[in-house]
């Protein structure tokens, strides 16, 4: 019973690089997420997934690229790392009715230097 | 504007005390209201799920209220134990809409102390 699983958990990069985090949710859930934390802010919804190959912008998606060829997985790539997007990135995932809430992964804590 | 405001931001007691932690909302129109706890270094997992006709659900020992006519939630913890150390999130769902109607407060953090 994997769930859902981030990696890699802990990133150190530099600005400028590009940067990809990955998600993958052994559920089939039709619904994915990508979050970030950040101290004072809370949770904000970059990217979200109703299915496979469809996409749609969050409350900050600048910056960030996701895609999503098949149903389990949804990665998010940092095109181009900057300083303020060092965060802890959740995704998350939930199936069609949504009624057991959010399934979140363990996160995937990224330090741009 | 939807926001959900929680309070307080961060509370100590010691164990075996009560506490409750509040969630006040304004989203319109108003589908459900969760409680998630986030242990540190972990996602957030899911307490309790309170829709507009319920005032009461119970968890355990953790017990949420919700009063949809002065759009308050509360979360009360009886008995704390240490493991109840945590951030408490409050998530509200708008009605409708897309999926990215989920409006976050941005948290409780609870230390619970021997």
């Known amino acids: 019973d994997a769930g859902i699983t981030q990696s890699p958990r802990y990133k150190i990069t530099e600005t400028g690089r590009q940067v990809t985090l990955m998600c993958h949710q052994t559920?089939?859930?039709?619904?994915m997420f990508w979050y970030r934390q950040d101290l004072g802010h809370g949770l904000r919804l970059i990217y979200y997934?109703?299915?496979?190959?469809?996409?749609d912008k969050g409350e900050v998606p600048d910056g960030y690229v996701v895609s999503r060829s098949k149903t389990e997985n949804f990665p998010l790539t940092l095109e181009s790392a900057t300083r303020s997007q060092t965060s802890v990135y959740f995704c998350?995932?939930?199936?069609?009715?949504?009624?057991?809430?959010?399934?979140f992964g363990e996160g995937s804590r990224l330090t741009v230097l | 504007k939807n926001q959900v405001e929680q309070s307080p931001q961060s509370l100590i007691i010691l164990e075996g005390k009560n506490c409750t932690l509040q969630?006040?909302?304004?989203?319109?129109?108003?589908?459900?209201l969760r409680w998630y706890k986030q242990d540190t270094g972990r996602g957030p997992v899911s307490l309790t799920i309170?829709?507009?006709?319920?005032n009461t659900k119970s968890n355990g020992r953790y017990t949420a209220t919700l009063d949809a006519d002065t759009k308050q939630s509360s979360l009360h913890i009886t008995a704390s134990q240490l493991s109840d150390s945590a951030s408490y999130i409050c998530?509200?769902?708008?009605?409708?809409?897309?999926?990215?109607?989920?409006?976050f407060g941005k948290g409780t953090k609870l230390s619970v102390k021997p």
């Open positions: 309170m829709t507009f006709s319920e």
């Open positions: 969630c006040n909302y304004t989203v319109s129109p108003f589908s459900n």
């Open positions: 559920w089939s859930h039709s619904y």
């Open positions: 998350a995932s939930h199936g069609s009715g949504g009624g057991s809430g959010l399934f």
């Open positions: 998530v509200v769902t708008a009605y409708g809409g897309s999926q990215g109607n989920l409006i």
């Open positions: 997934s109703a299915a496979a190959d469809i996409t």
